[in-house]
């Protein structure tokens, strides 16, 4: 899993089938001090997550393994909207902090 801010949203009304009705979200990769990588993926969204929010990514053939995504040809998948992230007793995000 990698931790990843959500940028933007891509909209493709053709797709393949098996995809149908899944979001799809621009998101950019984090490292360790919650710093944006330079490295941007697009992944199947399926638990609503909204531009700004940070989210855990499953890469690769993990992404395929989250449920009803199995049988579909994602290499990523956004399985998680993150609330806190602390390092050594230190806060790195707080989803509450963010909006205020």
């Given at each position: 899993?990698?931790?990843?801010?959500?940028?933007?949203?891509?909209?493709?009304?053709?797709?393949?089938?098996?995809?149908?009705?899944?979001?799809?979200?621009?998101?950019?990769?984090?490292?360790?001090?919650?710093?944006?990588l330079p490295k941007y993926?697009v992944a199947a969204d399926?638990?609503?997550?909204?531009?700004?929010?940070?989210?855990?990514?499953?890469?690769?053939?993990?992404?395929?393994?989250?449920?009803?995504?199995?049988?579909?040809?994602?290499?990523?998948?956004?399985?998680?909207?993150?609330?806190?992230?602390?390092?050594?007793?230190?806060?790195?995000?707080?989803?509450?902090?963010q909006y205020r």
């Amino acid at each position: 899993m990698q931790l990843a801010k959500v940028r933007g949203t891509v909209v493709s009304t053709q797709k393949e089938p098996s995809l149908q009705g899944v979001k799809f979200l621009l998101v950019q990769l984090l490292d360790d001090q919650g710093n944006p990588l330079p490295k941007y993926q697009v992944a199947a969204d399926s638990v609503g997550a909204g531009v700004d929010e940070w989210v855990l990514v499953s890469l690769g053939s993990a992404a395929r393994q989250v449920p009803r995504r199995g049988d579909r040809p994602v290499d990523a998948a956004v399985i998680a909207i993150v609330d806190t992230v602390s390092v050594e007793n230190r806060i790195l995000y707080s989803k509450k902090d963010q909006y205020r």
